[in-house]
């Protein structure tokens, strides 16, 4: 199994791509296999991109990052996501996208600045919207929240990876496996091995 969004618990893991919404969190996922930085909006301060541009160089992807409708100041974390991805873009690294309520302009922006390799954690959305970011060349990632969408029949016919958005460890790897089973069951499909073969080509 592969968790395609997780964050880091008392250790790393080997088997899930360890993400960060801090850039403060640089040298503690340094020894992570698969690992990304990033920054979102919560707390209103300004990140320091420079740890994200030393990030990208060092072997990380970059996320989370996005835009997020609960915090204000929607401008500044369009500069922020704009920002980083570019950083995702120059180095060749997957981008990590956090939305909350705000999967249109992520669109928008995702299109208006080529970006063609990124990952959507966590995603709740419209089957529609889920497409429109799959022909752009993103993956749309699920975690046990999307079940209780009104949109979630319609998601799971489409290409999906799996995640937990937990800390790494037995918890997580439990949540993980009965989160694929219960995919699998739905959809006659070995969810693990596709979640696991998608994401090792997307990371490189």
Not at 11 to 26: D, G, I, K, P, Q
Not at 28 to 37: G, I, S
Not at 137 to 163: C, D, N, Q, Y
Not at 176 to 191: K, M, P, Q, V, Y
Request: hydrophobic content about 40%.
């Amino acid at each position: 199994m592969f968790d395609a969004h997780a964050h880091k618990g008392d250790e790393c893991s080997a088997t899930a791509l360890v993400c960060s919404s801090s850039e403060r969190e640089y040298e503690a996922l340094l020894d992570c296999p698969f690992r990304a930085l990033g920054t979102i909006p919560e707390g209103g301060t300004d990140p320091d991109m420079a740890v994200l541009e030393k990030a990208a160089s060092t072997g990380f992807h970059i996320g989370e990052i996005g835009l997020d409708r609960r915090y204000d100041g929607i401008p500044r974390q369009e500069e922020i996501f704009r920002t980083a991805l570019e950083i995702a873009r120059r180095y060749d690294r997957l981008a990590v996208i956090h939305s909350v309520r705000m999967n249109q302009r992520v669109l928008e922006i995702i299109r208006e600045m080529g970006i063609h390799r990124f990952l959507m954690h966590g995603y709740t959305g419209s089957a529609e919207q889920a497409s429109a970011f799959i022909r752009e060349g993103g993956i749309i990632s699920l975690s046990p929240r999307a079940e209780r969408t009104r949109h979630f029949k319609a998601l799971i016919t489409l290409p999906f990876v799996t995640e937990t958005d937990m800390r790494t460890g037995k918890e997580e790897e439990a949540a993980l496996l009965a989160w694929n089973e219960r995919l699998s069951a739905l959809t006659g499909i070995d969810i693990a091995e596709r979640t696991e073969r998608m994401m090792k080509e997307a990371l490189g």
